[in-house]
């Protein structure tokens, strides 16, 4: 099947500064998504990217479909505490019928932000 | 707006006791469900997906089993729980079609014992 590789796994920082995590993938993806996993929650989706070289912005967050459609960013800037959880990236890879919805999932970063 | 509910939080159970855990949807109609296993904080893994009432795929073989007895309504069950059951379960929507986004209930904690 489909694999993301995410990196880094995890990263320990400042509050303040700026952070960069990315995807990538062997496959094409048609579709890129962003979340954020609190601590005993759910994911809450963050980002959505539809498009070869789309750059979505979300508040302090910013992130890119590559042009390859094989890799994604997210970018944090100016970090503060309420950043920590894991950052997963996920996409989706339309090759007709059932596979139709179908996210595969990156293994997560794992954020530390000291105060 | 859309909600979407699970049920229970958590849940201690005892190697070989059944299982259930309930997911419903709130303020759509006829959507994607999805039941995802999530181990030690890390890694989504898909086990069901259903795209309607009583339709339901698996993707991966297990001790699990799901229904989907109404449209808004997944339920994720077992006979005889696994010590290797234990995990973060996730249910999840999507629009019909038309919508790659997927948005996560708050999970199930299930610690098999």
């Known amino acids: 099947g489909q694999q993301l590789n995410q990196s880094p796994q995890s990263m320990f920082i400042q509050e303040g500064e700026d952070v960069s995590m990315n995807c990538t993938s062997s496959s094409i993806f048609n579709t890129w998504l962003w979340y954020k996993q609190d601590p005993g929650e759910g994911p809450v989706l963050l980002i959505a990217l539809y498009k070869a070289g789309e750059l979505t912005s979300n508040g302090r967050l910013t992130a890119q479909f590559g042009i390859t459609r094989k890799d994604s960013f997210l970018n944090i800037s100016a970090s503060i505490p309420s950043d920590v959880g894991i950052y997963f990236c996920a996409g989706q890879s339309y090759a007709g019928g059932t596979s139709y919805g179908k996210l595969t999932f990156g293994q997560g970063t794992i954020l530390t932000v000291h105060p | 707006s859309q909600t979407i509910h699970q049920w229970p939080a958590t849940l201690v159970q005892p190697v070989g006791s059944p299982l259930s855990l309930e997911c419903t949807v709130e303020g759509t109609s006829n959507p994607n469900l999805y039941w995802y296993r999530q181990a030690a904080g890390r890694g989504l893994q898909l086990l069901f997906y259903s795209v309607g009432i009583g339709q339901i795929s698996s993707e991966v073989p297990q001790n699990l089993s799901a229904s989907r007895p109404q449209d808004r309504q997944f339920i994720l069950s077992s006979k005889k729980l696994l010590l290797s059951d234990s995990g973060f379960y996730l249910c999840?929507?999507?629009?019909?079609?038309?919508?790659?986004?997927?948005?996560f209930g708050p999970g199930t904690r299930l610690t098999v014992l």
């Open positions: 999840a929507w999507s629009v019909t079609l038309a919508d790659n986004e997927q948005f």
